[in-house]
């Protein structure tokens, strides 16, 4: 799928995106969207019993999805949050949308037993103004393998990496760590939510990477970076990611969507 328009003149947008049960799971909780007309890519990692982290991650792409399309047609309508003065119109306008979502998601939680306690990760790229505004909760996932290096350009919201912040955690102590999946931010936790977001811009032939964990957990940065630099074809590429993580374990769900720029 390609986008084109008014987003980025001078590149072409080519996208792909897949998702896998795994190995391990017996159903998916994962949910990826793809929205080139308003340049938008997003994965989400559901989590919750009775199959209710399939139903938070799908709405959050709805309720980002239904945002985006409302404030598409008028920009002057009135957000149900108020604009960060220090960012622009469209970064507010992408935290603005998650927020949202994750009040849709808190406030059905509340409502319905069954779906007390569900969440969900985001991790979301949006292609604006001639730029790219990362924006996640949780640790979902946005690489960027540029030139043959695979950068990271989130910053997992998990126990672990709270930790590893904290005291220097030695190799082995962050290998046996025993809370590895534990996070502490995500969306449908509390009515409100804090999002991380920066602002990148694509230089030619720069691919996107989002993810849930089910990949970046089981398949390392140089694993990644590799099969990037072996497959050029987003669709191809994005197989081959999957293909790896379940080659080795496929404990989770796995998801990825890449976003390629090319002239």
Not at 53 to 82: I, N
Not at 149 to 168: A, C, F, G, P, V
Not at 181 to 192: E, H, P, Q, Y
Request: glycine fraction near 8%.
């Amino acid at each position: 799928m390609s986008a084109h328009g008014s987003i980025h003149s001078q590149f072409r947008i080519e996208v792909a995106g897949e998702t896998n049960v795994g190995r391990k799971r017996n159903h998916n909780e994962d949910n990826f969207s793809i929205m080139p007309d308003y340049g938008l890519f997003v994965v989400a990692d559901g989590m919750g019993g009775h199959a209710s982290g399939e139903v938070a991650s799908q709405m959050a792409l709805d309720a980002l999805r239904e945002f985006f399309a409302a404030t598409q047609d008028d920009p002057e309508r009135t957000w149900p949050y108020k604009m960060d003065r220090s960012k622009g119109y469209e970064e507010n306008r992408l935290i603005t949308g998650i927020k949202l979502a994750n009040l849709r998601i808190y406030e059905t939680g509340q409502r319905e037993l069954k779906k007390r306690n569900m969440g969900t990760t985001i991790v979301g790229i949006f292609a604006a103004n001639d730029g790219v505004y990362v924006a996640h909760v949780g640790d979902s996932r946005v690489y960027r393998y540029r030139q043959s290096k695979l950068e990271q350009l989130t910053d997992d919201h998990s126990l672990l990496n709270d930790y590893i912040k904290m005291k220097r955690l030695t190799e082995e102590e962050i290998a046996n760590f025993p809370h590895k999946n534990v996070i502490v931010r995500a969306l449908g936790m509390k009515d409100t939510v804090k999002v991380d977001t920066r602002f990148e811009i694509p230089q030619a032939n720069d691919t996107f990477m989002l993810c849930s964990d089910g990949l970046s957990g089981p398949v390392s940065d140089a694993e990644i970076a590799e099969i990037m630099g072996q497959y050029t074809d987003v669709k191809t590429c994005a197989a081959k990611l999957i293909e790896r993580a379940n080659e080795n374990g496929g404990p989770d769900n796995i998801t990825c969507v890449l976003v390629r720029w090319t002239q």
